[in-house]
Nanobody, 117 residues
Framework: QVRLVESGGGLVQSGGSLRLSCAAS????????MSWYRQTPGQQRDFVAR???????NYAQFVKGRFTVSRDDAQNTATLEMNDLEPEDTAVYYC???????????WGQGTQVTVSS
């Protein structure tokens, strides 16, 4: 059974940093692309960053060089390092795993990030 567990969210002041982690189990992690999304109440879930199974990396434009996505295949973990956080970054952040060359994907339960001004 696929399980993705996010951690590392919390309350931080504007300009601060947080490191989110996504621990995966029940999958062959190496063949999954790992992505981060975020969602605020009443809004759609927006793409934030992605690291593919091959190590290719993409970011949403609003990241503006502030976030860094990475993965550790030995630990079955994906990480989102967030710096210079702004109140607009306040959201629930979700981890998503997409199996390479397949339509199968799975979501984590989300972790709340709150940035105070």
């Amino acid at each position: 059974q696929v399980r993705l567990v996010e951690s590392g969210g919390g309350l931080v002041q504007s300009g601060g940093s947080l490191r989110l982690s996504c621990a995966a189990s029940g999958i062959n992690f190496r063949i999954y692309d790992m992505s981060w999304y975020r969602q605020t109440p009443g809004q759609q879930r927006d793409f934030v960053a992605r690291v593919s199974s091959g190590g290719d990396i993409n970011y949403a434009q609003f990241v503006k060089g502030r976030f860094t996505v990475s993965r550790d295949d030995a630990q079955n973990t994906a990480t989102l390092e967030m710096n210079d956080l702004e109140p607009e970054d306040t959201a629930v952040y979700y981890c998503r795993a997409d199996r390479k060359d397949s339509d199968f994907h799975s979501w984590g339960q989300g972790t709340q990030v709150t940035v105070s001004s």
